[in-house]
């Protein structure tokens, strides 16, 4: 019989994958696969646990979680020479990532897709010495995530995240960025935000980046130039439908590398996949199809 490692945070989803772990067990176990579990303890903690399932030979790691847990997972594995097939059950606030594949909320039906046994190669972003399965990003707004307390998270679900934003607002200010890939510069001026996105889906928006695919060796760039309050809210709007790449305060384009520096003379954090990432300089890369994901 096959091994699983079952990786999960036991806070997500309002703690359900606790409260449902001899399920989610005997769930895998109905798929073929003898499984074991390892509940997360603190940050980095999953990154850990998912390299010792790569050396120990594992054949399937299922990361249970958000798209937190999903990350540190990936780092776990990325750049390992035998890599397992990586298994999502979804529990997080936002679930980026399985929105984009499809993968649903509901833990029997997550479990029926590794079940199913329907594997696809998809992309990772390496960005210096880390890696991102989802979006990476710079500027005001990408602290976001990680300065939302995890029970405000746990109570709220991606409510938190709204207040949080609407708490920004007042203090957005731009800041000087140089973008450019192997032959040119691409920007080089104020901005307010950039994302570099591997999906679609980008912080419950499900058409931020609506060139996106998962397998295509690139990943998509959107930055938002300097902008005022109320035209960031117009561009909030637009991105809801997947309007907003037409507008002249939006430059949005594909890579397989970027080299992104500032000039502003102040830190500009990065965040990956909704975790602290470091800060700028950094370049980016495309590695294509990295990861075997199980999908619908």
């Known amino acids: 019989m096959k091994k699983a490692r079952l990786i999960y945070n036991p806070s997500s989803g309002r703690e359900i994958v606790r409260r449902r772990l001899p399920d989610i067990l005997d769930l895998m176990e109905s798929a073929g696969y003898e499984t074991s579990s390892h509940a997360t303890k603190g940050p980095n903690d999953a990154t850990k646990e998912a390299a010792r399932a790569v050396s120990r030979g594992y054949d399937l790691i299922v990361a249970a979680g958000g798209d937190g847990t999903i990350y540190e997972v990936v780092n776990g594995m990325a750049g390992q020479k035998a890599r397992p097939a990586l298994g999502i059950i979804p529990c997080g606030t936002t679930n980026d990532l399985a929105r ?161 520096t500032t000039s502003s003379g102040e830190l500009v954090e990065l965040n990956l996949d909704g975790e602290l990432g470091g800060q700028l300089p950094c370049v980016v890369e495309a590695l294509p199809g990295h990861i075997e994901l199980f999908v619908p």
């Not at 939302?148 to 007042?170: D, F, H, N, R």
């Not at 035209?231 to 939006?250: Q, V």
């Open 100 to 260: 984009a594949i499809g993968i649903p909320k509901s833990i029997n039906r997550s479990c029926e897709v590794i079940k199913r046994g329907k594997k696809k190669r998809i992309d990772l972003g390496k960005i210096n010495n880390r890696y991102f399965i989802n979006i990476a990003g710079g500027g005001s707004l990408t602290n976001l995530t990680y300065e939302v307390p995890s029970m405000l998270k746990t109570v709220m679900g991606q409510l938190a995240y709204y207040m949080k934003g609407l708490e920004k607002l007042p203090s957005l200010h731009p800041i000087r960025v140089k973008l450019e890939n192997r032959k040119e510069v691409l920007l080089d001026e104020e901005i307010m935000i950039f994302l570099i996105a591997n999906s679609r889906s980008v912080g419950g928006f499900e058409k931020l980046a609506p060139k996106a695919d998962l397998s295509d060796g690139k990943l998509d760039v959107i930055v938002v130039k300097k902008a005022n309050i109320a035209e960031i809210i117009r561009l909030a709007t637009l991105a809801m439908r997947g309007d907003h790449i037409k507008d002249p305060l939006i430059a949005y384009f594909q890579t397989d590398y970027l080299k992104a």
